[in-house]
């Protein structure tokens, strides 16, 4: 079994390759990418994400996998983690516990078969450091040895987090492994859009995961100190045998009673869809990442949401709204870096990216216009809690998208958020977002006729005598009210503005 089983790990055709793509779902990605001083940026290491998207006759399944130290573990759950859930084992009678007891048995059983594909690996790699000789003496024999123990880490080291939707009667489930994220974007009766994350990044932030890993004997307040186990911010992992076989060497996990760093997934759902319209977003850890460091960590939900709307409300297919919004956030991380701004220090560089778009009940444009290269104007209305208050507000980000432009946000509104206040680190469980999809006109108060923009005709403005179309932004109110507070000899010039 175990070679059979790391004979599938190193084929390039899998019995995956014969279940039908969903097609109400589309996926974009990118690659790590590390910038020079120049701007220019290569990438580290292959890519090491990881997807699939399938549908039967009784279920639809997504998942989203970020691999590290390799993309083997990806891959292996890629192709095992279907063998588990899709031949029968799921039917349209089974209940919400049944659906989730079925999720966990395949998480459990696609690690250790994972496992198994690497224990005569782990097995030749601890016999070889028992020969391995004491002191500072390097022989030929000696070198071989080494070469060889690190050939074989490089074949067992790495791992995975997952983030698995599964769609049964009708009901959504979500089951997490690690720091990838789920969000279900649904349209209410009265044409807002609610934006929920389902569940939570398995880190040291998150006061569950501390509480159980305080219950193995580990001491909490070390943990949120390291952050960092092993490499990585995640305590919920797949593979990773460092952590697995080897917490008794890592020393803020050293006193654990039991495995610390497990692959059991939380799960969530069943969630009805009777009647949803909207979509479900998947993401990895890498695009999250990416749009936190350009932008902080406060609204990345509502922006991926917001994208993804302006974006599907364009494009003419899902796997080109998918990928538009990873190469938006793409550009806006690089943006961030050259421009030497604060957050600039924090987009130095950024890991693979992927995300996946599932519809449900959605009408696609025609795609006769694309964001990135028209210049249409998206005001989205984004109801925002602040953690460090109890008072509801809201902010509106209005996705402007000129040619070659970027992601920018716009004035504050005033509204009420109905839902849970978010913590720190973490996206409010329950907002808000309204979008439109139709060309908008811009104002903004002030005194006199409180109009920014000059009125025009629906014609081209004509030049005058001098070459010069009359102006669209009218600024006389601005330099009326400059040159009262400036009260000088300028006054008569700067009511009448630039000449």
């Not at 990605?29 to 910038?35: K, L, Q």
């Not at 890592?250 to 654990?256: F, R, T, Y």
């Not at 958020?417 to 908008?440: K, V, W």
Request: glycine share 8%; net charge negative; proline share 4%.
């Amino acid at each position: 079994m175990a070679a059979q089983r790391r004979s599938l790990m190193q084929s390039n055709q899998s019995w995956t390759d014969d279940l039908p793509l969903c097609q109400l779902c589309g996926v974009g990605s990118s690659p790590n990418c590390v910038y020079g001083p120049d701007g220019k940026g290569t990438q580290s290491h292959p890519n090491e994400d990881g997807h699939f998207r399938f549908s039967t006759e009784s279920c639809f399944l997504y998942g989203v996998f970020n691999g590290f130290e390799g993309s083997r573990v990806a891959s292996f759950v890629c192709q095992c983690l279907t063998a588990e859930l899709l031949l029968g084992q799921l039917s349209s009678g089974d209940t919400d516990a049944d659906v989730r007891r079925i999720l966990t048995q395949a998480f459990d059983v696609v690690e250790k078969s994972y496992f198994e594909t690497i224990d005569d690996a782990l097995a030749e790699k601890a016999n070889l450091q028992t020969q391995l000789p004491e002191g500072a003496y390097v022989s030929a024999q000696t070198q071989k040895i080494a070469d060889r123990l690190k050939t074989l880490e490089q074949e067992v080291s790495g791992g995975a987090t997952a983030i698995v939707a599964l769609i049964l009667n009708n009901k959504l489930y979500i089951a997490n492994v690690g720091t990838n994220r789920a969000l279900l974007c649904k349209t209410t009766s009265d044409g807002q859009n609610q934006v929920i994350q389902i569940g939570r990044a398995h880190t040291t932030d998150n006061e569950d995961e501390l509480t159980r890993l305080a219950q193995l004997g580990l001491d909490p307040v070390r943990l949120r100190q390291t952050a960092v186990i092993s490499g990585q911010s995640s305590t919920r992992r797949i593979g990773d045998y460092k952590v697995k076989f080897n917490y008794t060497d890592i020393d803020v996990l050293s006193a654990a009673k039991h495995k610390p760093i497990i692959a059991e997934p939380e799960i969530h759902g069943g969630q009805s869809l009777a009647g949803v319209t909207g979509f479900l977003l998947l993401m990895s850890e890498g695009l999250i990442k990416a749009l936190e460091a350009a932008h902080g960590p406060e609204q990345v939900n509502q922006e991926v949401v917001a994208m993804v709307a302006a974006e599907l409300a364009q494009q003419g297919s899902l796997e080109a709204a998918a990928q538009a919004v990873v190469e938006r956030v793409k550009r806006l991380h690089h943006d961030v870096f050259v421009s030497g701004r604060q957050r600039a220090q924090h987009c130095a560089h950024h890991e693979d990216m992927t995300l996946l778009i599932r519809v449900i009940n959605y009408t696609l444009a025609d795609g006769s216009l694309t964001p990135t290269q028209g210049g249409r104007i998206y005001p989205v209305s984004v109801p925002y809690s602040n953690h460090q208050s109890t008072s509801k507000t809201s902010v509106t980000l209005s996705l402007v998208m000129p040619a070659q432009g970027t992601l920018t946000n716009g004035s504050s509104t005033s509204s009420t958020l109905e839902g849970d206040t978010p913590t720190a680190g973490n996206q409010s469980p329950s907002t808000t977002l309204q979008s439109t999809n139709t060309h908008t006109q811009s104002s903004s108060s002030s005194s006199g006729d409180g109009s920014l923009f000059r009125q025009r005709s629906n014609q081209a403005a004509q030049p005058d005598e001098t070459g010069r179309v009359p102006p669209y932004v009218d600024f006389t109110q601005f330099f009326r009210l400059w040159g009262k507070d400036h009260n000088d000899s300028q006054t008569v010039s700067a009511e009448l503005g630039p000449q």
